[in-house]
């Protein structure tokens, strides 16, 4: 079994796998666990970021609003199923307002790094790049500069400094609904200046992951190496599909790939997957998991309109890549 290096929660959302059930990760049956109309004033809940905090959790959740604007909010749970999300977006303090100027956000990432809980986001900053911010306590938000220039997406950083840098992956793109997209990783002695840009992996073939790749949820330390959740996208007849499957990475130079899934983990089947403002999306932005029992419950967005949660073991995972893989 593989050692995980996280943190112990005994109370992290679970289900166990239904009966019958071969598949390596499976569906919560009472999905989709966060409904679009949560908040007064949402048109839609998704691609949302959820940690432990103090003892229960708490997140960065995207809220498109009902004029179909993209901004963020807080939220806290007692129990990782039950949500109270915030009626305002986030309003970040920063110590210059230029950088607060406000044209979107969306699809936040959410990880402890050290002392605070740091947040990365797609800004609309004359086009998409990272945002990041802090927070201690998801009352109070602070923005610091963006990650990169313009035009970028997918923003997650590691839970740790790597060989003395903090480490982030993040997908160049450009203005649109980008029609390509490839992994890099990119490296910060401060979280401001970036650099030492090295590509991990692209697009793959002709089936689910085939026109482009993003990083996912916080990836996820293990003995065996860096589990990353990604997802994937196939340009089918009828648009884009957005499924997600999972890579390892190399411990001390994760942009060296152990392993990467031939097959996926989860693909857009149920009806509120499949059927939404963007059909056809399984898009995962957040994970939890149990150092003790290696429980890993991932959050993602379906169709772009609500939030779904998926279970699995990492031990499943990892055994499942040494079988259903191929090298990058």
Not at 5 to 27: F, H, L, T
Not at 82 to 102: G, M, R, Y
Not at 114 to 119: A, C, H, I, L, T
Not at 245 to 269: Q, T
Request: charged letters at 20%.
């Amino acid at each position: 079994m593989a050692r995980i290096i996280g943190e112990s929660i005994p109370n992290i959302p679970w289900q166990d796998r239904p009966a019958g059930c071969q598949d390596v990760m499976w569906r919560y049956d009472k999905n989709p666990v966060i409904k679009r109309d949560l908040i007064r004033v949402s048109n839609s809940i998704f691609n949302s970021a959820v940690v432990t905090y103090e003892g229960k959790f708490a997140g960065v959740f995207r809220c498109d609003n009902r004029a179909r604007e993209m901004n963020i909010f807080a939220g806290r749970s007692d129990d990782g199923y039950n949500w109270v999300i915030d009626e305002e977006p986030i309003e970040f303090q920063a110590v210059d307002e230029a950088i607060t100027k406000l044209d979107y956000r969306y699809d936040p990432r959410v990880v402890w790094i050290e002392d605070r809980y740091w947040v990365s986001w797609c800004n609309g900053y004359h086009g998409p790049t990272i945002g990041m911010g802090y927070t201690n306590d998801f009352k109070t938000f602070y923005q610091i500069e963006n990650a990169y220039l313009p035009y970028n997406r997918n923003g997650v950083l590691f839970p740790r400094k790597i060989g003395g840098n903090y480490l982030m992956l993040s997908r160049p793109s450009d203005t649109g609904h980008t029609p390509f997209g490839d992994i890099f990783i990119s490296q910060s002695p401060d979280m401001i200046y970036w650099g030492k840009h090295r590509f991990v992996f692209g697009a793959y073939g002709d089936g689910w992951q085939s026109k482009k790749v993003g990083a996912g949820p916080i990836p996820i330390e293990t003995s065996e190496g860096w589990l990353m959740i990604y997802h994937g996208v196939l340009n089918s007849c009828n648009g884009f599909v957005y499924s997600f499957g999972a890579a390892l990475l190399d411990l001390d130079e994760p942009w060296k790939v152990i392993r990467r899934s031939r097959d996926y983990l989860i693909a857009p089947w149920m009806n509120y997957e499949c059927v939404g403002d963007v059909p056809n999306v399984t898009f995962p932005c957040a994970a939890l998991v149990d150092q003790d029992t290696g429980r890993l419950a991932v959050y993602y967005g379906c169709a772009d309109t609500v939030t779904g949660l998926a279970f699995a073991y990492v031990d499943d995972i990892l055994a499942w890549l040494e079988t259903h893989s191929y090298e990058s």
